[in-house]
């Protein structure tokens, strides 16, 4: 059965957009997060920023993916690199979203 990743509503076989919110329907929900994943995290994206980093972290958000920003060890100010880091079950389905939102950025001025 399709699911709404939005809404978590289950709508019947064949339909393949929300009819509530217009979200891609999906074959099943992931379930409800009650805890952070275990397990070490993966770097999936260095950011040269601390915007595109918050740009990265939303975005995963978007699809439920926890995401956490960090710096480059012992640094305890946001210079340099960032990494943006997620737990490593959810690595391949991050580096993969991401590759997406690169290859269609939002609208930026100085690109
Ligand atoms: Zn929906």
């Known amino acids: 059965m399709p699911f709404c990743p939005q809404c978590r509503y289950e ?10 919110c217009g979200a891609e329907l999906v074959d099943e929900l992931l379930p409800e997060e009650q805890s952070p994943p275990s397990g070490p995290l993966v770097t999936i994206y260095i950011a040269k920023d601390m915007p595109e980093a918050s740009l990265v ?3 995963l958000e978007e699809f439920q993916i926890e995401s956490f920003i960090g710096y480059e060890a ?6 340099g690199q960032i990494e943006v880091r997620v737990a490593e079950a959810y690595a391949d389905e991050a580096r993969e979203l991401i590759a997406e939102f690169l290859s269609a ?4 001025p100085t690109l």
Do not use: M
């Not at 709508?11 to 509530?20: E, F, H, N, T, V």
């Not at 012992?74 to 210079?79: C, I």
């Open 74 to 79: 012992g640094s305890a100010y946001p210079v």
């Open 11 to 20: 709508y019947r076989a064949g339909l393949r957009q929300c009819p509530d």
């Open 57 to 59: 972290k939303s975005f």
């Open 105 to 108: 950025p939002p609208e930026d």
